[in-house]
């Protein structure tokens, strides 16, 4: 296979979104920050550099560098060419590295951060739920608790509890920046309908948040339930809550990743009716 590798334009989109599809589960990141962001990049949220690897017309590989200096990889094919090619024209650091996680091994050492430290190094398994078959957990679904849309007013706790996620899951030191950046997530999130929060009478229980979405599909990202308040389902119910919420307005599919290092969280997704379809992972620097 003869490829050439170049960074992507608007002309571009429609053979972007063909070979995205076909690798639908794993490039949810992707797709829903074309359809937010476009493919010119301004350096505003959900915008990216793309470049991609191009077997005739067809893109048979792709890398984002994207608005918050991850790069995010969907290449089974020409990785290490278009890794370098997607930051050599973003002119952006590298704070991480997300996508399948055999293609995140050999973008690292296509970019020479083998030795590079990290904050973290998850290797995830990918999993994908058809929301026919969502199991609803009984406290919700009998009315015991209730799961609704972050409100303006939510957004200082919200932040809180985002800082203390990325502190524990993602490896980030608190201070200034990472609050600013938890800020940020949160109302990026929240002003696009994406942020729920689950209620258990009047306390404010569980956090679940969608990190992309499309039409018919959202991918499940950054949960969390405060320490003092673990192990009595309400992630679970959150991230159920949150599915429900919107099956009414056309979505069918559900994705999320997550480690084997958190069997408590693969376990209570698996009771919800996720199933292991492959392997994901993030690195950051």
Partial sequence: MSVVVRVLCPGDVPALESFLLAHRDSSLFLRSNVRSGGIVDRGEPYQATYAAAFDGDRIVGVAAHCWNDSLVVQAPAAVEPVVREAV???GRRIRGLVGPWGQLVAARTALGLDG????????????ALDLAALVVPAPLAEGRVRCRATRADDLDLVTEWRVGYRTELMG??????????ARDDMEL??????????????????????????????????VWTPPALRSRGYARAAVAGSLVAVRPEGVTRSILFTG??????????????????GEYGLIGF
């Fill in 189 to 222: 999130m929240h002003r696009a309908g994406s942020s729920f929060l689950l209620e258990d009478g009047n306390a404010l229980v569980a956090f679940s948040a969608f990190n992309a979405r499309l039409p018919d599909v959202v991918q499940i990202g950054g």
């Fill in 260 to 277: 084997e290092d958190n069997p408590a969280a693969q376990r209570a997704y698996v009771a919800l009716g996720y199933r292991r379809i």
């Fill in 116 to 127: 590079s430290a990290t904050r973290m190094c998850s290797r995830d398994d990918l999993f």
């Fill in 88 to 90: 050599r024209a973003s």
């Fill in 172 to 181: 980030d030191t608190d201070g200034p920046e990472l609050r600013r950046l």
